[in-house]
């Protein structure tokens, strides 16, 4: 089983800064199988990237995926108050497909 | 537009059994892959299981194998989860999802396993 460890727990920042996220596997990801998802309270997590760098359908141009191997990054270029969210990387190249433990992203 | 819709959850005593139903639309359904995921109370994601497009290949987490079966009906376009022996620790919100390059996920079924 690949475990994900995701950095930091938390982040607290303003509007217009840049948020980065990292996610960490216990081994090499084969293919970058690495996807990120936003989940807001009480909804259901969205796709945000796909294939490590890939953005999905309709998702804003402030968001990039990027890493390879083992490390990956989310990042946000210009926070927007609604980004507040708790963000989970994903690993789906092999079963056991395994998640993160999340960072939630605060707005001041 | 794809769509997922989750069915069958509630309240279920120890031990007991549950059929999660997931109807899908706006997308072709035998050309993929599908899964289930869990989200138990103010927790993180956890990966349950995923079918293959003919139903032939199945793949669970270790906690739930030999209790729950996945399982697709093609001319339906409808995914399930059987769950049987339910456990206190199996209560989440249910989601159904699509597997190509990411996940697309439903809006998630609550499931609670309570006495």
């Known amino acids: 089983e690949i475990v994900l460890t995701q950095s930091p727990g938390t982040l607290s920042l303003s509007p217009g800064e840049r948020a980065t996220l990292s996610c960490r596997a216990s081994?090499?990801?084969?293919?970058?199988?690495l996807a990120w998802y936003q989940q807001k309270p009480g909804q259901a997590p969205s796709l945000l990237v796909y294939?490590?760098?890939n953005r999905a359908t309709g998702i804003a141009d402030r968001f990039s995926g990027s890493g390879s191997g083992t490390d990956f990054t989310l990042t946000i270029s210009r926070l927007e108050p609604e980004d507040s969210a708790v963000y989970y990387c994903?690993?789906?190249?092999?079963?056991?497909?395994?998640f993160g433990q999340g960072t939630k992203v605060e707005i001041k | 537009e794809v769509q997922l819709v989750e069915s069958g959850g509630g309240l279920v005593q120890p031990g007991g059994s549950l059929r999660l139903s997931c109807a899908a639309s706006?997308?072709?359904?035998?050309?993929?892959?599908m899964t289930w995921v869990r989200q138990a109370p103010g927790k993180g994601l956890e990966w349950v299981a995923n079918?293959?497009?003919?139903?032939?290949?199945?793949y669970y987490v270790d906690s739930v194998k030999g209790r729950f079966t996945i399982s697709r009906d093609n001319a339906k376009n409808s995914l399930f989860l059987q769950m049987n022996s339910l456990r206190v620790e199996d209560t989440a919100v249910y989601y159904c999802?699509?597997?190509?390059?990411?996940?697309?996920w439903g809006q998630g079924i609550p499931v609670t396993v309570s006495s």
């Open positions: 999802a699509r597997k190509g390059g990411g996940l697309r």
């Open positions: 706006g997308f072709t359904f035998t050309t993929y892959w």
């Open positions: 079918i293959n497009r003919d139903g032939s290949e199945k």
């Open positions: 081994r090499s990801i084969s293919n970058n199988y």
């Open positions: 294939s490590a760098s």
């Open positions: 994903h690993h789906y190249g092999t079963s056991p497909e395994t």
